[in-house]
């Protein structure tokens, strides 16, 4: 069955600070690996990683992929009390049956303290 | 990324009752989907909705509780049925873009049931 996990569960910051999110998974086939946040119902998209080592940046967030030891992590500098949310990440499924399937990690909480 | 709307955008229900949620497209997707995401938890896939065929449900999930309808490649419906207060949930569905490789969401439809 596959599997996300993410890190650490919460996290409370203040502005200005740099925060780093941990994602690791377990996948029988695996397609891309997604990073969303979400505020209040639907997760928004942030990041679609399929490729190891090379970085996505989008203003302050960045995230990168480790294929080889199954990880993710989301970065997001000078943050912002704008960036409080849920930030999930979710494993694409290629194969058969699963194809398209999400499998999403339990998310991390991150307040951002003015 | 692709337009998705929801309809309605939440709802409060008497247990025994049956509630239909739509999901419009603003162009033609292949892949639909469904997910449930209870309170204080992740997002969970309940099925994959084909057009021309019948859904295709994750473990846990049956055709009898939550009848999918897909009678096109921009819309569909899912319906809750015979709801009780563990229904109470947010439902969003989703469409593959990107050849595949990364999903967008609906705004969501937050359920209540009493």
């Known amino acids: 069955e596959d599997k996300v996990v993410q890190s650490p569960l919460s996290l409370v910051v203040h502005e200005g600070d740099t925060v780093t999110l941990n994602c690791s998974y377990e996948?029988?086939?695996?397609?891309?690996l997604l990073w969303y946040k979400q505020e209040k119902k639907a997760p928004t998209f942030l990041f679609m990683l399929t490729s190891s080592g090379i970085e996505k940046k989008s203003g302050r967030l960045s995230s990168i992929l480790d294929k080889k030891e199954l990880f993710s992590i989301l970065n997001i500098t000078a943050t912002q009390t704008g960036d409080s949310a849920v930030y999930l990440c979710a494993v694409l499924n290629a194969g058969g049956t699963s194809y398209g399937k999400l499998t999403f990690g339990q998310g991390t909480i991150l307040t951002v303290h003015p | 990324s692709a337009v998705i709307s929801q309809k309605p955008s939440r709802d409060i229900c008497q247990r025994g009752t049956s509630l239909t949620i739509q999901c419009q497209v603003d162009?033609?997707?292949?892949?639909m989907f469904w997910y449930r995401q209870q309170p204080g938890q992740s997002l969970t896939l309940i099925a994959t909705a084909n057009q021309g065929s019948e859904a295709t449900y994750e473990s846990g999930f049956v055709i009898d509780k939550f009848p999918i309808s897909r009678p096109n490649l921009t819309f569909s419906t899912l319906t809750v049925s015979n709801m009780s207060p563990e229904d109470s949930s947010i439902y969003l569905c989703s469409v593959g873009r990107g050849g595949g490789n990364e999903q967008f969401f609906g705004p969501g439809t937050r359920l209540t049931v009493l």
């Open positions: 162009s033609q997707v292949t892949m």
């Open positions: 996948v029988t086939n695996f397609r891309s």
